[in-house]
């Protein structure tokens, strides 16, 4: 039982360049997150998912897109990296149901484009 | 819309004395509200989570915190310090609605004096 787990979990890109986060989770749950964290920022949501088929934005969606390809799996893309997106990046999944309210968390995608 | 206020981006206490963090959260719905821990490099960790029944609530590692409604609060505490607490703590809130989101604080890094 591996949690969440996220690749990769460091990048370097330049600037215009696109890549894709991974992100999946073994745990049957439903709801999936993704999250930047910034100093002093804290951790602001991007995009989540509900439910497989269904994705929502977060307080800062700009410059991303999300696919929730199955129960498991929830990526992040970014078409074309800003150094505003040097960030770390964090997955998170919740469960429903009696008693599975919180999150769980990934390990984290250090980001940084030049 | 939810919303959470972390008062203090640092505190310091001395080894052995209380701590207290504190997190006041604005939500139209009944909160669901969480405290976790981040260590250096490290992703989220639950430490205690309020969601029905009793308002103080225990967690790991000795913290333990209480809602208080009228106050829209969930401070959280220590009686005596720590070396091993000094990290980084968010408050979290989300709500018991369909809405599935989940919304952080902006963070509040523990500083244990020798």
């Known amino acids: 039982n591996a949690g969440v787990t996220q690749t990769p979990k460091f990048q370097v890109l330049k600037t215009g360049q696109s890549m894709t986060l991974q992100c999946a989770q073994d745990m049957n749950h439903n709801s999936m997150y993704w999250y930047r964290q910034d100093p002093g920022m804290g951790l602001r949501l991007i995009y989540y998912?509900?439910?497989?088929?269904?994705?929502d934005k977060g307080e800062v969606p700009n410059g991303y897109n999300v696919s929730r390809l199955n129960k498991r799996e929830f990526s992040l893309r970014l078409e074309s990296a800003a150094p505003s997106q040097t960030s770390v990046y964090f997955c998170?999944?919740?469960?429903?149901?009696?008693?599975?309210?919180?999150?769980?968390f990934g390990p984290g995608t250090r980001l940084t484009v030049t | 819309a939810q919303s959470v206020t972390q008062l203090g981006s640092h505190v310091s206490v001395s080894e052995g004395a209380l701590v207290l963090l504190r997190c006041n959260y604005s939500?139209?719905?009944?909160?669901?509200l969480f405290w976790y821990v981040q260590y250096p490099n490290q992703g989220l960790q639950l430490l205690l989570k309020?969601?029905?029944?009793?308002?103080l609530v225990k967690g790991i590692n000795g913290f333990e915190a209480e809602f208080k409604k009228s106050e829209t609060s969930f401070h959280l505490t220590k009686p005596s310090a720590h070396m091993s607490d000094a990290a980084e703590y968010f408050c979290?809130?989300?709500?018991?609605?369909?809405?599935?989101?989940?919304?952080f604080g902006k963070g509040t890094r523990l500083h244990i004096l020798p």
């Open positions: 998170a999944s919740r469960g429903r149901g009696r008693g599975t309210y919180e999150q769980y």
């Open positions: 979290a809130v989300s709500d018991q609605s369909r809405d599935d989101k989940i919304i």
């Open positions: 309020y969601t029905t029944g009793a308002t």
């Open positions: 939500s139209s719905v009944p909160p669901y």
């Open positions: 998912s509900a439910s497989e088929g269904t994705t």
